[in-house]
């Protein structure tokens, strides 16, 4: 007896394997190369874990004590405690007035899963969001999903090679009233002294002489030259912020210049969401660890939100997943083992500049047509080429290098073993389409 299906109409969803890792894989050339993994590589080619993170696994997988029970609702507290610690300093001074709090998540995406629903309930005018990123960001279709508007900017300026923090302030300007800007990666952006001081003084942000030091060292001397008037132009607008942390560390080297630019929102009593993801800066990328953050005006308010965001989540995973958080809380309250951590994160981070320095270097020493200094003016693992359409094809279809249409790959897949095919490669493939622009 033949019987129709329920699913009869349900047709075959796009593949979540990107088209561009599946044409590698179907690639029979000895000497293909992929340039365009997520996570940070070793020189040989393994996902980079930090040095620390193994001793731990294994402690925590022969420690006959633990309690393998459901954690609570809001996760495991010593965690979300440790996490924020990190974020912004044990001293700060959200942290002393204790109106920071946080929820355990589960997945890298689970941070904007359970902001974007609260929000959706508890923001009713804010239909739009604006996600502001050195690249498109996965958490869009998050968004788009719950039913929000959602249009996106990239700081990558392709024609001048470079990070344009000016992009933050267009998009500010067009904004309608009571919209939610999402802002990734943009300790990546690599911003100079007169930026900061252009993107403050428009988001209504006017440090005193005093708060300076504590704010951003690196940008003292040109501030202290700048009266920042108060600006008009968001004080009205009730734009509420969502930032994405999830290479802290991993930018700079230095774990508080990655996150400094929280400092301004903090003092200035903003409030905002962040998703704090900590499974690329420890190499755990299976585990998916990380914390969805609420600063509120005080105390009282954040145990609204936070009951708020609780009751969410057993709709949507309940109770949270341990191991990984238990790997992070480990180091992280251990002084000894923190430090080794820090390290072995530092040790990547220089690893990342001299692999660009030496990119840059082998095309200068070739001759390679243009500047290609915007290689080392950027921050992180992940930087653009500065490539066009037709040179991206030509490695691909010429030389087998595999890397996304935009040129931004992730620099710790280039080693001392491909570094001289891909550089040489690079050369061919400006010289070849050279007029074609």
């Not at 179907?26 to 193994?54: E, H, M, Y």
């Not at 355990?104 to 959706?120: P, R, S």
């Not at 990239?154 to 000016?166: E, G, R, Y």
Request: charged residues 15%.
């Amino acid at each position: 007896m033949t019987t129709l299906s329920v699913f009869m109409d349900v047709p075959l969803a796009q593949k979540l394997e990107g088209s561009l890792l599946k044409t590698y894989k179907q690639d029979s050339c000895p000497n293909k190369i992929f340039l365009a993994f997520r996570v940070c590589q070793t020189s040989k080619g393994q996902p980079w874990v930090s040095s620390v993170v193994p001793k731990i696994r294994l402690q925590i997988a022969q420690d006959p004590s633990l309690n393998y029970e459901y954690l609570p609702v809001n996760g495991m507290r010593s965690f979300t405690e440790a996490a924020l610690k990190l974020l912004f300093g044990k001293h700060n001074q959200v942290i002393v007035e204790n109106r920071v709090g946080g929820v355990h998540i589960v997945g890298d995406n689970g941070a904007f899963q359970l902001g974007a629903q609260f929000l959706k309930i508890w923001r009713k005018d804010s239909q739009i969001v604006y996600i502001i990123s050195s690249k498109k960001e996965p958490y869009g279709l998050v968004f788009q999903d719950m039913g929000f508007t959602v249009r996106e900017y990239s700081f990558w300026d392709s024609k001048q090679l470079c990070m344009d923090a000016n992009v933050l302030l267009n998009v500010a300007e067009q904004a309608p009233h009571d919209c939610i800007f999402v802002i990734g990666n943009i300790c990546d952006c690599n911003l100079t002294q007169s930026q900061w001081a252009m993107l403050m003084a428009n988001l209504k942000v006017s440090p005193t002489s005093a708060q300076l030091p504590s704010l951003m060292p690196s940008i003292i001397s040109s501030i202290n030259l700048i009266l920042f008037p108060f600006s008009f132009l968001l004080q009205n607008k009730r734009i509420f912020l969502f930032f994405d942390i999830s290479n802290q560390g991993l930018s700079t080297g230095d774990l508080e210049k990655d996150t400094g630019f929280l400092q301004y929102f903090v003092s200035q009593g903003f409030e905002f969401f962040c998703s704090q993801s900590l499974s690329k800066n420890f190499g755990i990328y299976d585990e998916g660890v990380g914390i969805l953050v609420v600063v509120a005006l005080n105390n009282e308010l954040l145990l609204c939100v936070l009951s708020q965001l609780m009751k969410l989540t057993q709709a949507l995973w309940l109770n949270p997943p341990t191991t990984g958080a238990r790997i992070i809380t480990s180091i992280l309250c251990n002084p000894a083992l923190q430090e080794e951590w820090k390290q072995s994160l530092k040790g990547l981070v220089e690893n990342i500049m001299l692999i660009k320095e030496k990119v840059k270097e082998k095309l200068r020493l070739l001759g390679t047509p243009g500047s290609w200094d915007h290689i080392t003016d950027q921050n992180g693992s992940h930087s653009y080429l500065g490539l066009n359409i037709q040179q991206v094809e030509y490695l691909i279809k010429k030389k087998h290098i595999y890397l996304p249409k935009n040129s931004r790959i992730n620099f710790t897949c280039i080693n001392a073993h491909n570094i001289d095919y891909i550089t040489q490669s690079i050369n061919e493939a400006v010289l070849s389409t050279k007029g074609l622009d």
